[in-house]
């Protein structure tokens, strides 16, 4: 398998070491600042291709790569925003089945999840094929100090194509409101410790002033406090934020196993002893609702 990795500026996709771990080490990348990106993938990569290509035309891309990449017959992208612009315009150059959302690809079995991750369907592809793999799912491990240095990379001229194509007219920064909670770099979990919707909504406008992402269990999404798409863990959303503060999350094995590997982790409880506390860089005793509303007013004074 190829892993297929836009860049932007230099910098690595969502997903994008995982993919390439996902393919063995084999990675293609596209965009602008190629080489820049390959260094980042360090130890991850073991044949590394890059073409430099300006900054992002999917449409223009994909004829490039399906001019080069015929022999190639499982290709596997990021499910980043611009992974999921570049696959399906690549699947229908190349004349391939496209599966998106997968959590795990090898050549002979695909697994989908579907319906927001509550149901998990596995494919047998018949032939070559194109996929989407969801970033946080997979994981990859450090890479060790003593890893030799990243292979040589080759870099191709793009010429560019004739295509009609997308054209940027701005790049806006994510709103940490309503950004995909698998992107965001900092998270603000609540859990069961929150008693009532008008904590929920204080533990949003905290987020907002944080400038972080708000999530919460599925134990309140199913109660409707907040939607399913802010429900983190193995049946919802895998994340991996640089930090990540829970409050009133009690840490169960389905909620843990989707946080990835956050550099700090805080949680609040009153229980000393559950699994988030004993997770957390720092845990602090004390009731979640107090904590969310002292914080709140705390920002508020200083306004």
Do not use: K
């Amino acid at each position: 398998m190829l892993a297929v990795i836009p860049v932007r500026e230099g910098g690595l996709p969502a997903g994008g070491a995982e993919v390439v771990a996902e393919c063995g080490g084999r990675a293609l990348l596209i965009g602008e600042g190629t080489d820049a990106a390959a260094v980042l993938l360090g130890g991850h990569a073991e044949a590394i291709t890059v073409i430099e290509a300006g900054s992002f035309a999917p449409a223009a891309w994909a004829v490039v790569l399906a001019e080069r990449l015929g022999d190639e017959a499982h290709i596997v992208l990021p499910g980043s925003p611009d992974g999921r612009d570049l696959a399906p315009r690549l699947a229908a150059a190349m004349q391939r089945d496209l599966f998106a959302g997968a959590i795990a690809v090898t050549p002979e079995r695909v697994q989908l999840a579907r319906h927001g991750g509550l149901v998990i369907t596995d494919i047998n592809p018949e032939g070559p094929f194109i996929a989407t793999l969801q970033p946080g799912v997979r994981g990859v491990d450090p890479a060790p100090a003593s890893i030799a240095p990243a292979p040589e990379t080759t870099v191709v001229d793009f010429a560019p194509s004739t295509q009609v194509d997308v054209r940027i007219v701005e790049t806006l920064a994510p709103d940490a409101a309503t950004m995909d909670l698998a992107e965001s770099p900092r998270i603000l979990g609540g859990g069961a410790g929150l008693s009532s919707t008008e904590s929920f909504a204080q533990l949003a406008e905290l987020s907002g002033r944080l400038d972080a992402s708000m999530g919460a269990t599925r134990v309140i999404t199913d109660r409707g406090w907040v939607g399913h798409e802010r429900q983190i863990g193995t049946t919802g959303v895998v994340v991996d934020p640089r930090l990540y503060i829970a409050f009133g999350v009690s840490g169960a094995v389905q909620h843990t196993s989707g946080l990835g590997q956050p550099d700090h982790i805080i949680s609040v409880n009153t229980d000393p002893h559950c699994p988030m506390m004993q997770l957390a860089d720092l845990a602090i005793v004390s009731d979640a609702n107090a904590v969310v509303a002292a914080l709140l007013q705390r920002l508020t004074d200083h306004d």
